[in-house]
Every structure is written in structure tokens, then in C-alpha cells.
């Protein structure tokens, strides 16, 4: 592990969490707040398990940088292979998680629609965050 890899861990945990705090706490809390008690936690009860959150956001973003930094082609455009990545990672976590959690919980169409797309833009923007900081 060199200063670059670190400090790119730091950078896309932080781009994660506010970008995860856009999405599930901005865009979809109107969803997640009419399924509350029924599927989903409360808040108060939601944050007795945050620090979960914050582990679970540290090993995302090592993982993520970890990879891109192992399989990314020297010489060739960063932006071309951030979108790459960010589109390779959505489609190996994001759609089937979703897809998965639909499956097993009754949770509206609707919903993992909106988390599909809104995870796999915030996906795809970690994708370019990393890809730029290691370009050349």
C-alpha cells in the first residue's frame, strides 16, 4: 500500500458516503420513509447500527480502489476506463443486489428501479473519481 493507494481510499470513501447520503437519504427518503417499521429500520434505530455503515463504506472503497488500481491499462484515456470500471462494478454489485432484494423482500418495483439507477450513477461517478486520480 503506497500514499497514492491510501489517500485514494480516503477519497472515494468520502465521495461514498456523501454520494450514498444523496441518494438514500436525499433522493429516495420519501420511499424509504413510507416502508419504515415494515422494511426497513427507523432512523433512531438505523443509527444504533451506523458504525456498520461506516465499516461497510471503508471496505467498499478499499476494495474499489484496490481493484481499479491492480486492472487499470497505463496509457490509455482515464475517463474511458473510469466509466468502464464504475459500469463493470454496478453491474456486478448494484443491479443484482437490487434485483436480489426485490426478489426476497416485498419491496416496491418502483424502488429498486430508483436504486438501481441512482446507485449505478453514484457507481459510475466513484468509477471516474478513481480513474482520475490514478491517470497519468
Excluded at 458516503?17 to 420519501?30: D, K, P, R, T
Aim: with cysteine; proline share 4%; charged share 15%.
Amino acid at each position: 500500500m503506497d500514499r497514492r493507494f491510501l489517500l485514494g481510499w480516503l477519497i472515494i470513501f468520502v465521495c461514498w458516503m456523501a454520494g450514498s447520503f444523496v441518494v438514500h437519504g436525499g433522493l429516495l427518503e420519501a420511499d424509504y420513509t413510507a416502508l419504515q417499521g415494515r422494511l426497513f429500520r427507523t432512523p433512531e434505530d438505523s443509527q444504533n447500527h451506523f458504525p456498520l455503515m461506516i465499516l461497510a463504506h471503508v471496505l467498499l472503497s478499499g476494495a474499489f480502489v484496490w481493484i481499479y488500481a491492480r486492472g487499470r491499462e497505463v496509457g490509455k484515456a482515464w475517463l474511458g476506463q473510469g466509466l468502464r470500471f464504475g459500469v463493470a462494478v454496478a453491474l456486478l454489485t448494484v443491479v443484482p443486489t437490487y434485483i436480489i432484494y426485490f426478489v426476497v423482500q416485498p419491496m416496491p418495483g418502483v424502488l429498486a428501479v430508483k436504486q438501481i439507477v441512482f446507485d449505478g450513477v453514484l457507481t459510475l461517478l466513484l468509477g471516474l473519481v478513481v480513474a482520475w486520480w490514478y491517470r497519468k
